[in-house]
C-alpha cells in the first residue's frame, strides 16, 4: 500500500478500541471512587422517609385526635418558646393527619428544627438542620459540606460518566468474543471473570447511570446554572409572564423555601407593598393557601421586613401538583401562583427526570429500580478495581498502552474533548489530562533516550 493510500486508510478497530479503553481507564479512574459514594448516598436518600420513620417514630407519626388541629400560629408560638434565641423563618404544614408540624428557627450557628404535634402541640423534637441524619447524606451526596470547590467536583464526576458510559458501551460491544456479552466466563480466581462481571453488569446498569448522572446535571454548579439561565431566557424554563407587573425582589425563591423546585429555585420573590392595614398573620395566609387548594406538606416562608412576603410551595411526590405560592402580608393578594403545568417544557423534563432520580414518580418501583442502579454501580467499581488490580504491572499504574496508530489515538481524544465541550468543569479537566498525559509519556521516552543510546 501506497504512503498515500495508508494516510488515507481509516484506523484499525482494534487500534480505535485500545484508545477507548485508554479513556474509559481515565474516566474510570476519576469517577469510581466519587460513584461509590454518589450511589450510596443516595441509595439511602431514596428511602429518607422510611429510614426517617424507622430512626425517629416518635417523631414521625402522631395519633390523630377528634378535636380540631392547633394553628400554625399557636404551633409556631410553642416552637419559638423551646427556642427562646430563635426567630421563625418556616412553617412545614403536616403532610397527613397522622403527619407531624415543623418549624424552622433561624439563630445562631445553625437553623433549628422543632417538630410538634399539631393536635397537641408537644414538642416531639428539636435538631439542628444541617445535623439531621437525612440532610447529612444530601449533602454528602452533593459534597457541599466541602464547599462550591468539591461540590463542582460533582459536576466534573457526572460529565466524565456519560463518558464513561458511552466509552464501556464501545468496549462491550460484541467482537467475536464467546463470552462477556451477556454471559460470565471462567472463576473468580481468574481475570476474565471479572471483566466479564463488570461487562454484563454494564450492560445492565449503564443505562440507569447514565440517566443518573444526566439527571443529577441540572443541579450542578456551573452547567446547571447556565441551562436554568439559557432555558429561562427562551421561555421554557420559568414562566417569567406571571411576575409581569409583580414588584420583585433580590431574594431568589431557593434561598427561602428548600421545596421550591428546580425550575422555581432561581425565581424573584415578589414584594409586598406596605400600607397602613395590619399583616394578615400566618393563620389567616394558610386559610388563603388551603382555600387555593395548596396541597397538604407545603412549606411556608414567613415574611421579613415591612415588604416580605408569605411565600409557599408544595413538593408533593405527585410532580404534576407541585405548586409555589406568594401571598402578600398585608391583603393575603396571591402575587404569584405557579402550578406545574404553566412551567416551560424544560423545566418540566427536568422537574419529570429529578423526579425519577429521587424515587419519588412511581412508588415502590422507582425506588427499587434507582436502588438496583445504585447497587449495580457499586458493583461495577468493584469489579474495575479487581479488574485493575489483576492486571496492574509490579511498581505501575497499569494505564491501557496507547495504540502504535497515532490517528485512533487522536481521534478518540477529539471525540472525548467534544463531549467534555458540552460540560466546561468536565472539558477543563479532560485538558487537564491529556496535557497530563502528553508530559507523562514525554518523560517516559525522556528516560528511555540514554538507555536507548
Not at 317 to 342: H, N
Not at 370 to 399: D, E, H, N, Q, S
Request: aromatic share 8%.
Amino acid at each position: 500500500m501506497s504512503t498515500l493510500a495508508r494516510g488515507l486508510a481509516r484506523p484499525s478497530p482494534d487500534a480505535v478500541y485500545r484508545a477507548v479503553w485508554r479513556w474509559h481507564f481515565y474516566a474510570g479512574l476519576l469517577c469510581l471512587p466519587f460513584l461509590i459514594l454518589l450511589s450510596t448516598t443516595g441509595a439511602l436518600y431514596l428511602f429518607k422517609d422510611e429510614i426517617t420513620a424507622a430512626l425517629f417514630p416518635r417523631r414521625t407519626v402522631v395519633a390523630q385526635h377528634a378535636a380540631a388541629p392547633l394553628s400554625p400560629d399557636r404551633l409556631i408560638y410553642i416552637a419559638a418558646q423551646a427556642v427562646p434565641d430563635g426567630t421563625p423563618v418556616t412553617y412545614l404544614d403536616p403532610a397527613g393527619p397522622t403527619a407531624p408540624a415543623v418549624v424552622t428557627l433561624a439563630g445562631g450557628v445553625a437553623k433549628t428544627l422543632v417538630t410538634l404535634d399539631p393536635w397537641t402541640g408537644d414538642v416531639l423534637d428539636r435538631t439542628r438542620a444541617d445535623r439531621e441524619p437525612m440532610a447529612v447524606v444530601r449533602r454528602l451526596h452533593s459534597l457541599s459540606y466541602f464547599g462550591p470547590v468539591a461540590n463542582g467536583v460533582i459536576e466534573v464526576v457526572a460529565g466524565f460518566t456519560l463518558i464513561l458510559v458511552l466509552t464501556g458501551a464501545y468496549l462491550w460491544w460484541p467482537r467475536r468474543q464467546s463470552g462477556g456479552v451477556v454471559t460470565v466466563r471462567g472463576t473468580p480466581r481468574r481475570r476474565v471473570w471479572w471483566r466479564d462481571l463488570h461487562a454484563v453488569t454494564g450492560l445492565v446498569a449503564g443505562t440507569g447511570l447514565f440517566f443518573l448522572a444526566a439527571t443529577g446535571l441540572p443541579w450542578s454548579i456551573l452547567w446547571g446554572q447556565e441551562l436554568r439561565a439559557l432555558s429561562n431566557r427562551a421561555g421554557l424554563g420559568q414562566p417569567e409572564a406571571l411576575w409581569a407587573g409583580v414588584p420583585v425582589s433580590a431574594v431568589p425563591a431557593g434561598a427561602v423555601l428548600d421545596q421550591a423546585g428546580w425550575a422555581l429555585e432561581a425565581a424573584p420573590l415578589p414584594r409586598s407593598q406596605p400600607r397602613d392595614a395590619a399583616p394578615i398573620g400566618i393563620d389567616r395566609a394558610a386559610g388563603i393557601l388551603r382555600d387555593l387548594g395548596m396541597p397538604a406538606g407545603y412549606e411556608l416562608s414567613l415574611p421579613v421586613g415591612e415588604t416580605g412576603i408569605y411565600a409557599a410551595a408544595a413538593y408533593p411526590r405527585d410532580v404534576t401538583r407541585q405548586r409555589m405560592i406568594s401571598l402578600d402580608q398585608y391583603s393575603g393578594r396571591p402575587l404569584v401562583d405557579v402550578r406545574f403545568g404553566e412551567i416551560g417544557p424544560v423545566g418540566r423534563a427536568i422537574q419529570y427526570g429529578i423526579g425519577i432520580h429521587k424515587g419519588e414518580l412511581w412508588g415502590r418501583a422507582n425506588q427499587l429500580a434507582m436502588l438496583a442502579f445504585c447497587l449495580a454501580t457499586i458493583l461495577l467499581a468493584v469489579t474495575a478495581g479487581v479488574m485493575w488490580w489483576k492486571r496492574r504491572p509490579a511498581g505501575g499504574l497499569g494505564v491501557p498502552p496507547w495504540p502504535h496508530d497515532r490517528r485512533a489515538a487522536v481521534t478518540v481524544t477529539l471525540i472525548v474533548a467534544g463531549l467534555g465541550a458540552l460540560f466546561p468543569l468536565t472539558g477543563f479537566a479532560i485538558l487537564a489530562m491529556i496535557l497530563a498525559d502528553a508530559a507523562g509519556q514525554g518523560v517516559a521516552r525522556w528516560l528511555r533516550a540514554p538507555a536507548a543510546a
